[in-house]
C-alpha cells in the first residue's frame, strides 16, 4: 500500500518516519505475529486477553491496509521489527 511504500522510502532515505504509524503495544503484538505466535500464545505472553490480541491485530492491518498475518509478517521483515 502506499502508507508502506512510504514508510520504506522514508526509512531507506534515512528521513524521519512517523512515531505514530504503529503503537509501542501494536510493535509488540505484530513482533509476535511474524514470529508465529497464535492470538492465544501473545495474550499469554503480554497478559491480555485473546480478544484483546484480535482487536490490536485488527487495527492494526486497518492502519496498514493489509488483509492477512502474511502481510504483517512481510511488513516486519521489511521494517526491521523481526529478523528474517
Do not use: C, W
Amino acid at each position: 500500500t502506499a502508507l508502506i511504500r512510504d514508510y520504506l522510502r522514508r526509512d531507506r532515505q534515512g528521513a524521519q518516519i512517523p512515531d505514530s504509524i504503529l503503537t509501542p503495544r501494536e510493535e509488540e503484538i505484530i513482533k509476535l505475529i511474524a514470529e508465529g505466535h497464535s492470538s492465544k500464545q501473545i495474550a499469554h505472553t503480554l497478559v491480555i486477553s485473546a480478544k484483546t490480541v484480535d482487536r490490536h491485530r485488527a487495527n492494526i492491518l486497518q492502519k496498514l491496509g493489509m488483509h492477512d498475518r502474511l502481510g504483517l509478517t512481510r511488513f516486519a521483515i521489511r521494517a526491521g521489527l523481526v529478523e528474517p
